[in-house]
């Protein structure tokens, strides 16, 4: 008997699916579509298992979806642009493209034997100049409709690598790369009109009903609706031209309780003070350095400068509040001033009490009385308060009633109006960096910004660069940024700043539906194809990735690209859970971490050294860590289906899995198993028995009906454990060849999303017509899922003692009798008198004695 051997067969059937087309996307009206997404990766250079388990899993529905007679798209690309190929080019030297495209390379050489069921003509990386002038194209067309526009800026400023970074890019106040400390700068920069579509992007979200509600909720606070009253205060003792200072306020039930104002650094009145004054110069030039996201402001120390400047309380004049400049007030939310309440709000209550501000509280616990507060008091939705401070006849009431009652009452004193604001900010979308889609507009003395002509694009970055000197080599490019007006064709200068790449990863989706078009897309081909049915990715990409990609399927839209069913992008999405791994790690002579290949150690030592390991429990692949497992190393011991039925079987595809050598082998000696045991069915000659036969075949449409269900509900687990189950049915089975044939082809077509090469050795073995990957998948019979008979648990006081098995329909009384002759009930109630016995049909037995 020949063996199982997966180096053989794996590349058989992958060279048999691509020789016959399988997997090649068409676009056919007759068939109902079906398109499946993995979020693209980044070309680092090689993947891990992490990696294998979110691509199996969109392989496995892509799979099920073409048997079930969908057209299938599922494509594959790169997210190719970015500083790690600008900081490799610095690093070792040659050009960011040269380090793309090998890694690019050596990653599809690493996931093309798995076996996925990919369309690989449909391949493109973002760095390409046909993807990237699409890209400028579309950015001409929203800049004609008004999407995109320039303006001067707050960024976080990297004065060692010359760039400006995202939030993201600043940890503890600090360039990830450089590790310089950062600043804000005032830029000139361009941006994405996102924040004209808060509200539209915030109310979509309830249709977005398979969506994991976690993702949604994560939108929902980062778009950050918000519905406040906005007012001024007159001020007292302030430079001409600032008699009033705007303030925007969603808690304006506790203006009562007002101790201080403060402004941001960048509020219009610092920054003439700044000019005057090196003492506030001084103190924003600290703040600038703290960096610009929410985050960071949150963790900062709480700091502030007194101007001298005071403002009056718009409901008595007498009450005068100083004016701080602040180091936690952004000046892009509201109106870059507020008042603070440090009774009533955690940040506030640090803030007065670091400068010995007055703490006077609105409201207090209901019967509590009015005392000094330890800590700022902010009542639960259901707490009631009563009001020491509040607004003339106030109600007893908290939350969103109390903001909108003194919404209310200050719009009928003449105080302000309602007014609602979104946290989300425009999109900034201009990097000082040389590896990026350059952004495609021309600078001319005469005719000021010009958009390049589209005949024009795209326009390619210059390969002849040098990384010898910190900021943007396009800059200093000899010849690359001169270029002619498209308008008066006079001399221009070429823009130098480039696109952030979220915005390469914002359309991705769409260009896959035509990736060869000579425009960014095609109208039948996005038609037919769109909307992506099933998109899958980690949780970490589950704000700005997802939140700029449905902005752009609506800028699309707007500017022709896209159908309007495609404004939102993505009808499912689902968030993969990680492969995680134990970390082996020794330490150098300084007491530094040395971290170990988990193939370089055994037996807990290193291999080369024998130096013992410290074992860190299952944490996330990192490459940085070094507890990666290589796909490429599994692949060579145990196959590709080995690699793919793991991260389907040991857990919810929702949660970690910890990939573990032990876990492998078991996968690997399961499929061998398989493979054995249809190679003795497909040399069985055993005769007909009839009731072994229709016990298989009912066997067989239950495990249809699991599997499927399974598949469909994302919990492959399950179908594993089902097909565990139904291996065992036909290894033990005693019926005829001809039922076991038959119930082995539907393990077959079973299996064939989860293993498909060994799907497709047993497909052949016992004789399938064409490949099992074209076969149309099994439907269960209904009829064939109604059991007979139902097995019920019997419980004594509360603990199961025994079970039974009942015809379906036989009555509680009969049910009763069986139980109370049971051996083991016999047995465990020796003579005691039973007190109550409850038979719930077709679910279990409860007996009290």
């Known amino acids: 008997m020949s063996r199982y051997d997966p180096a053989v067969t794996e590349p058989k059937w992958q060279g048999a699916w691509d020789e016959a087309g399988v997997f090649t996307a068409r676009r056919d009206p007759a068939k109902p579509k079906y398109y499946v997404l993995e979020m693209f990766p980044y ?126 890019q600043v940890i503890d106040g600090r360039g990830w790369r450089s590790g310089a400390l950062v600043e ?12 004209d579509f808060a509200g539209e992007l915030l109310e979509a979200l309830d249709g977005l009903e398979n969506w994991p509600e976690k993702v949604r909720l994560m939108q929902a606070n980062w778009i950050g609706k918000s519905r406040g009253l906005q007012f001024a205060f007159s001020t007292v003792e302030a430079p001409e031209g600032f008699d009033r200072l705007e303030v925007y306020t969603t808690r304006p039930d506790t203006l009562m309780g007002a101790s201080f104002a403060a402004i941001s650094p960048d509020h219009p009145l610092a920054k003439h003070l700044e000019r005057r004054d090196p003492a506030v110069a001084a103190f924003v030039a600290e703040c600038r350095r703290i960096g610009t996201s929410e985050e960071a402001l949150e963790k900062a120390e709480k700091r502030g400068l007194d101007t001298g400047i005071k403002v009056r309380h718009p409901f008595d004049t007498a009450w005068e509040l100083p004016v701080y400049i602040a180091n936690f007030v952004l000046m892009d939310y509201g109106t870059g001033a507020i008042f603070g309440c440090p009774a009533h709000d955690a940040r506030d209550f640090e803030f007065a009490s670091k400068y010995g501000l007055p703490i006077p509280p609105v409201f207090v616990p209901e019967g509590a009385g009015e005392a000094p507060l330890a800590e700022a008091f902010v009542p639960l939705k259901s707490e009631k308060v009563e009001y020491v401070r509040g607004f003339a006849g106030e109600a007893v009431q908290t939350g969103e009633a109390a903001v909108n009652a003194a919404i209310e009452f200050c719009e009928a004193n003449g105080v302000g109006r309602g007014v609602t604001n979104y946290r989300l900010r425009d999109w900034g979308l201009s990097r000082q960096r040389y590896w990026g889609c350059p ?105 700005l990735h997802l939140l700029y990609s449905r902005f ?22 689902f968030t993969q859970g990680m492969v995680t791994h134990e ?16 193939e370089d150690v055994e037996g807990g030592t290193v291999k080369a050294t024998g130096e013992p390991v410290e074992i860190i429990p299952s944490a996330k692949m990192s490459k940085s860590k070094k507890n990666v497992v290589d796909p490429v190393n599994i692949i060579t011991a145990f196959g590709a289906d080995t690699a793919r039925w793991f991260v389907m079987s040991d857990s919810p595809p929702e949660r970690d899995v910890e990939w573990t050598a032990s876990g492998a082998d078991a996968a690997f000696r399961f499929l061998g198993r398989v493979w054995r045991l249809a190679d003795d069915i497909a040399g069985s000659t055993a005769p007909e028995n009839a009731a072994e036969d229709a016990a298989l075949i009912r066997a067989t449409h239950r495990a249809i009906a699991d599997v499927t269900a399974g598949i469909e509900g994302f919990a492959f687990n399950t179908s594993v454990a089902k097909l565990y189950g139904f291996a065992n049915t036909l290894s033990k089975s005693q019926a005829g060849a001809a039922a076991k044939r038959e119930a082995m082809g539907v393990m077959a077509q079973l299996l064939s999303p989860m293993v ?18 074209r076969a149309r998948w099994p439907v269960a019979d209904p009829a064939m899922l109604v059991e007979d008979t139902v097995t019920l648990p019997i419980q004594i006081n509360g603990k199961r003692r025994a079970e039974i098995t009942v015809p379906r329909d036989m009555s509680a009384s009969e049910v009763e009798k069986l139980v109370l002759a049971e051996d083991d009930v016999v047995r465990f109630l020796a003579g005691q008198p039973v007190k109550k016995l409850i ?11």
Request: net charge negative; proline share 7%.
């Open 43 to 168: 070309p680092s250079g090689r993947i891990h298992m992490g990696h294998v388990r979110n691509y199996t899993m969109g392989d496995v529905i892509a799979r099920y979806k073409a048997s079930c007679g969908f057209s299938v798209l599922h494509p594959m690309g790169w997210d190719a642009f970015g500083m790690p190929a600008e900081n490799a080019a610095i690093e070792r030297g040659g050009h960011p493209r040269d380090w793309t495209y090998g890694n690019i390379a050596d990653m599809r050489a690493q996931m093309k034997p798995l076996g996925l069921s990919i369309d690989w003509s449909r391949e493109f990386a973002t760095c390409d100049p046909e993807y990237y002038g699409q890209q400028q194209a579309m950015f001409i067309d929203m800049l004609d409709k008004g999407l995109v526009y320039r303006k001067s800026a707050q960024v976080n400023w990297d004065p060692v690598d010359m760039t400006v970074l995202a939030n993201e």
């Open 184 to 195: 804000r700068k005032e830029l000139t920069q361009w941006f994405f009109r996102i924040s």
């Open 439 to 543: 952004i495609p507009v021309v600078h001319c003395a005469k005719c000021g910004v010009v958009p390049e002509k589209k005949e024009n694009l795209p326009i390619t970055l210059p390969e002849d660069v040098s990384f010898d000197k910190p900021g943007n080599p396009l800059d200093r490019h000899p010849t690359w940024t001169r270029a002619t007006c498209p308008t008066c064709d006079g001399e221009a200068r070429r823009e130098t700043d480039t696109m952030d790449t979220f915005v390469d990863s914002s359309w991705y989706y769409a260009r896959f539906t035509a990736p060869r078009a000579t425009t960014p897309t095609v109208a039948e081909d996005a038609d037919y194809w769109m909307n992506v049915d099933q998109y899958i990715g980690g949780i970490e990409h589950a704000i």
């Open 552 to 573: 752009f399927a609506r800028a699309m839209h707007a500017t022709g690209h896209l159908p309007a069913k495609a404004i939102e992008p993505f009808n499912a999405l």
């Open 583 to 598: 970390i082996y790690m020794t330490r150098d002579a300084a007491g530094r971490p040395v971290y170990h290949l988990p």
């Open 756 to 773: 498909p090469h060994l799907a497709e050795e047993i497909w052949s073995m016992l004789g399938g017509e064409g490949l099992v990957a």
């Open 839 to 849: 038979v719930v049909p077709g679910r279990i037995v409860n007996v009290v004695i």
